[in-house]
T-cell receptor
Framework: GAVVSQHPSRVICKSGTSVKIECRSL??????MFWYRQFPKKSLMLMAT?????????EQGVEKDKFLINHASLTLSTLTVTSAHPEDSSFYIC????????????FGPGTRLLVL | QQPVQSPQAVILREGEDAVINCSSS?????VHWYRQKHGEAPVFLMI???GGEQKGHEKISASFNEKKQQSSLYLTASQLSYSGTYFC?????????????WGLGTSLAVNP
């Protein structure tokens, strides 16, 4: 149980284009989903917290107009990197938590983004 | 507010034990332990909630000392599969705020 998927697993795009990453909870309803960014050999950096049906809460320093988050249903959240630049290249990971799930976050497998 | 993990890195031979610590400067509500292998997402190991409990999971166990605002992860008789980076995530509020603050990680290498 508690499986989270992410799609795509890898994406290469040209500078200036937008990329959408999907995060799905496959066997549970995720009331809250988190989006992280991770640089090589570094810790997880929380970008934003999204609750189903409401606007995402962004961490300080994260541009909400650049990283658009939508949590349209209890099983799907999307992160869209708009007008991507090479400095946006990173490993993006989502996690999902469920109400009454004991605070545990279940992570997706991550999406590696490379912007050329 | 970021928890401090120690040590930064550990190298073990198969069968040896290790302890990884996670300390906070602020009162903790919960501590979450995850292991991440290179290029993969973190995998949940265990969660400890306020109350000073100790939990076990096969040969991996953890304690939570509320007074010291610290959690320790114990790896006994390590196996090759234990290699990876261990992260602690700390929670400071009960209820709806599930945001965790993550430590910088402890890199563990288990050699034959």
């Amino acid at each position: 149980g508690a499986v989270v998927s992410q799609h795509p697993s890898r994406v290469i795009c040209k500078s200036g284009t937008s990329v959408k990453i999907e995060c799905r909870s496959l066997d549970f309803q995720a009331t809250t989903m988190f989006w992280y960014r991770q640089f090589p050999k570094k810790s997880l950096m929380l970008m934003a917290t999204s609750n189903e049906g409401s606007k995402a809460t962004y961490e300080q320093g994260v541009e909400k107009d650049k990283f658009l988050i939508n949590h349209a249903s209890l099983t799907l959240s999307t992160l869209t990197v708009t007008s991507a630049h090479p400095e946006d290249s990173s490993f993006y990971i989502c996690s999902a938590a469920t109400l009454g799930g004991g605070e545990t976050q279940y992570f997706g497998p991550g999406t590696r983004l490379l912007v050329l | 507010q970021q928890p401090v993990q120690s040590p930064q890195a550990v190298i073990l031979r198969e069968g040896e034990d290790a302890v990884i610590n996670c300390s906070s400067s602020k009162a903790l509500y919960s501590v979450h332990w995850y292991r991440q292998k290179h290029g993969e997402a973190p995998v949940f190991l265990m969660i400890l909630l306020k109350g000073g409990e100790q939990k076990g999971h096969e040969k991996i166990s953890a304690s939570f000392n509320e007074k010291k605002q610290q959690s320790s992860l114990y790896l006994t008789a390590s196996q090759l599969s234990y290699s990876g980076t261990y992260f602690c995530g700390t929670g400071y509020n009960a209820g709806n705020n599930r945001k965790l603050i993550w430590g910088l990680g402890t890199s563990l290498a288990v050699n034959p």
